[in-house]
């Protein structure tokens, strides 16, 4: 380098700094939760929106993004997004169910058909609908981030369902997905995520259900190395912001971060479908024990019950319609 130019990048530099400097002087600093470790597609999907938010405010705003429920555990970082504790998130809809009707459409097992199916709803006036119903309860939805299916798996054998039977296993904070074990017969414990593989490993549970990606980097494949593709929920992510928050952004500002958050679902749809495939690969090539279920029949005749009792409030009744008439 010459010493002209070495004396001009410095001069950059410092211009750089000044300018960084003045821009996070007055900077609104925005802090968001995340469940998952840095490298998981929802993390680094956020972290887009973030970098893409900074630019386009040119530092007005910032955003950190706090992985690995440094912020706390879900049901926790739920609450403070209600009243702006937390100015933003990815939360999965289940911990959602009891807070807000509305979301129980979305995680009722067999519900959506597919993931193309998920994405037709929850991008049409449907997930508009589950948007509007979230904002009453304080988060303001900007994006459906995905999360693939939920499958169940197990520290013990988990070949049929009869294997279900008197078997303790992990849910999420939800009376649904606590309705849904025990129409299998089997009990169920609400349990936090960052808990769940101490949980199995000393016996607590014997079993818990997620996607591949979750069940495999928190290593819970290596406590729970049976795992039964009955693929019972195919749940979307919300990417929200808090209410209070959200109305005390500009015009301009919400324009900015909406489309942010839009950008950040194109690239975390991207980044899902590829981890999902590694994960799974992963899993398989570390030995577990994958069973295959041709025929869902029976695990959805088996989850009637849960319909019967969820599907009875009429907001849900005519989501679930119309997901099930959405082609
Ligand atoms: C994951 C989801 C997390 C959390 C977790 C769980 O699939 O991405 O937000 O809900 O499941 O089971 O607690």
Do not use: C
Not at 88 to 94: S, T
Not at 278 to 301: L, Q, W, Y
Request: glycine share 6%.
């Amino acid at each position: 380098m010459s010493h002209f130019t070495n004396k001009l990048s410095i001069a950059a530099l410092l211009a750089g700094t000044t300018l960084t400097f003045m821009a996070s002087a007055g900077a609104q600093e925005l802090r968001g939760w995340n469940q998952h470790a840095p490298d998981y597609p929802v993390s680094t999907a956020m972290e887009r929106f973030a970098e893409l938010v900074e630019e386009r405010t040119e530092g007005r705003i910032t955003a950190d993004v706090f992985h690995n429920a440094e912020l706390g555990e879900q049901d926790f970082a739920i609450e403070q997004m209600q009243f702006g504790g937390i100015d933003f998130a990815v939360f999965n809809m289940v911990p959602l169910n009891n807070i807000v009707p509305a979301s129980q459409a979305t995680t009722l097992p067999y519900a959506f058909r597919s993931l193309d199916h998920m994405h037709t709803v929850m991008d049409g006036e449907i997930g508009q609908e589950i948007g509007a119903a979230m904002e009453e309860a304080g988060m303001v939805a900007l994006a459906w981030y995905d999360s693939g299916a939920r499958s169940f798996y197990a520290s013990v054998p988990l070949e049929t369902i009869d294997d279900f039977e008197g078997l303790k296993i992990r849910v999420q904070s939800s009376d649904m997905f606590v309705a849904l074990v025990e129409a299998l017969g089997a009990n169920a414990t609400p349990i936090p995520f960052g808990e769940l593989y101490s949980a199995i490993q000393s016996g607590v549970v014997e079993g818990a259900e997620n996607n591949w990606p979750s069940y495999e980097y928190t290593n819970h494949y290596s406590v729970a190395p049976y795992y039964i593709l009955d693929e019972h929920s195919i749940v979307p992510e919300i990417f929200a912001v808090s209410k209070p928050v959200w109305d005390g952004l500009s015009a301009e500002d919400q324009e900015i971060v909406r489309e942010a958050a839009l950008e950040s679902q194109a690239f975390q749809r991207e980044e899902w479908a590829k981890r999902d495939e590694e994960s799974e690969k992963i899993v398989r090539e570390a030995g577990t024990t994958v069973i295959e279920v041709e025929d869902k029949t029976p695990f959805i005749e088996a989850m009637q019950p849960v319909y019967e009792e969820f599907a009875a409030d009429p907001v849900v009744a005519d989501l679930l319609e119309r997901i099930q008439n959405t082609e």
